[in-house]
């Protein structure tokens, strides 16, 4: 820790990524380091794995650390320019594991990311999420739409959380003179998502991978738009570095909106699969429809994605099967995917 106290990058920010072995936070890491900056990533490891940044490692503008952000971030690190908050479960899965625990990171770990940048003057960018709008009656989402989330269902958790964390941070700015960016961030796909996650894009590869049934929640019907993780950090990168009249939430991801079944049909034909598409019971809250309007991303930043979904989708079937796929996998398998 000493060295690290020490340590400051000739040139370059020095940058705090919080969730940053996870899969957004490890494309983040990437990408602020090959920018010439400094970079501590913080991470409990909860759902993310050193693995994800294993090459960055090498790099002595990278510095991982282990960090429960329910705790106050560590004092003996030097003051940091930014800090990304990405820290926190994210599949319907993993959040809803401890959904108590789910609630109170958002919480805590917003309170204690606010501090520490309060304390050094940084920039903070808070990682919420499209599901603050719930099932939403409005299409597509802009930010001004308020949402429509259940307060006591399976997802309120995760949902509610991310609401109040963007309170905290929104209040946290009033009372100070921090400057908070909040994204709210749609579907997000592409290499290093977990295979464990039971998210829709790595479910389907891996299932038509292995030749086995594709798992369609409901009747298909239901519509998500998929950005691509590059897309998706771009957004980030031209957020944080935005000026003054960037305030209040802004929606990153990709306005094409595809239907469940399609998205199994796709990627059966992407990857020249045997499998076939079984249906399966619809979760509870399931958002029926998300899309995000993204004009103030394209107006305030110049933002825009560029990824096609067949061409990203390309690449993570690339990335899932380079790990040699085409076998049931274990939960102790889960390290063999994590070179890109
Ligand atoms: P992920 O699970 O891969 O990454 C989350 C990271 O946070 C992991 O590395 C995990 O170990 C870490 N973490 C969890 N709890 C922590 C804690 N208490 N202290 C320190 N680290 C902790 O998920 P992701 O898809 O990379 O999501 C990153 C962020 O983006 C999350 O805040 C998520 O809510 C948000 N988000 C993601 C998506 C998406 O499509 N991927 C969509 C909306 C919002
Ligand atoms: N889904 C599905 N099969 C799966 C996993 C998910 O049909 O194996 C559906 C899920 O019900 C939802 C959509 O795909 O309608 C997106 O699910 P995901 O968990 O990836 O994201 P979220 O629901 O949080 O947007």
Redesign the pocket.
């Known amino acids: 820790m000493s060295s690290i106290a020490n340590t400051k990058s000739p040139g370059g920010k020095t940058i705090c990524v919080t969730g940053g072995a996870g899969f957004l936070g490890s494309h983040l890491c990437e990408r602020l380091v090959a920018d010439g900056n400094w970079v501590v990533c913080l991470d409990n490891f909860h759902t993310g794995r050193p693995e994800n940044v294993a090459r960055l490692t090498r790099s002595n503008r990278f510095h991982l650390i282990e960090h429960d952000v329910v705790e106050p971030l560590p004092s003996e690190l030097p003051a940091f320019d930014e800090i990304y908050n990405l820290a926190c479960p994210a599949?319907?899965?993993h959040y809803q594991s401890n959904p108590v625990r789910t609630a109170l990171i958002c919480a805590e770990g917003a309170l204690n990311v606010l501090e520490r940048a309060q304390r050094d003057g940084a920039r903070v960018m808070h990682a919420s999420t499209?599901?603050v709008y719930g099932d939403p009656d409005i299409h597509p989402q802009p930010e001004s739409y308020f949402g429509n989330v259940n307060t006591v269902g399976p997802?309120s958790c995760y949902d509610e959380g991310k609401r109040f964390a963007e309170t905290l941070f929104t209040d946290y700015a009033k009372q100070s003179d921090l400057t908070v960016k909040i994204v709210r961030i749609f579907?997000t796909y592409g290499p290093r998502m977990q295979p464990d996650d039971?998210?829709?894009?790595?479910?389907?590869v891996l299932?038509a991978l292995r030749d086995e049934d594709?798992?369609?929640?409901?009747d298909?019907s239901?519509t998500?738009s998929f950005c691509y993780v590059d897309d998706l950090i771009e957004g980030f990168v031209r957020l944080m570095a935005s000026g003054e009249e960037v305030s209040g939430p802004v929606n990153i991801g990709n306005p094409a909106e595809i239907t469940?079944e399609e998205?199994?049909e796709t990627v059966i034909e992407l990857t020249g699969s045997h499998s076939r598409i079984v249906h399966?019971a619809?979760?509870v809250d399931?958002?029926r429809r998300?899309r995000p309007d993204i004009t103030r991303a394209q107006q305030m930043l110049g933002w825009s994605p560029q990824v096609r979904l067949v061409d990203g989708l390309a690449r993570t079937v690339r990335y899932f099967s380079s790990a040699g796929l085409r076998r049931p996998l274990h939960s102790t398998d889960t390290a063999q995917f994590a070179p890109v």
């Open positions: 599949s319907p899965v499209s599901e997802r579907n039971g998210r829709v894009v790595s479910n389907f299932q594709i798992t369609v929640f409901g298909g239901q998500r469940v998205l199994a399966r619809l979760p399931d958002p998300r």
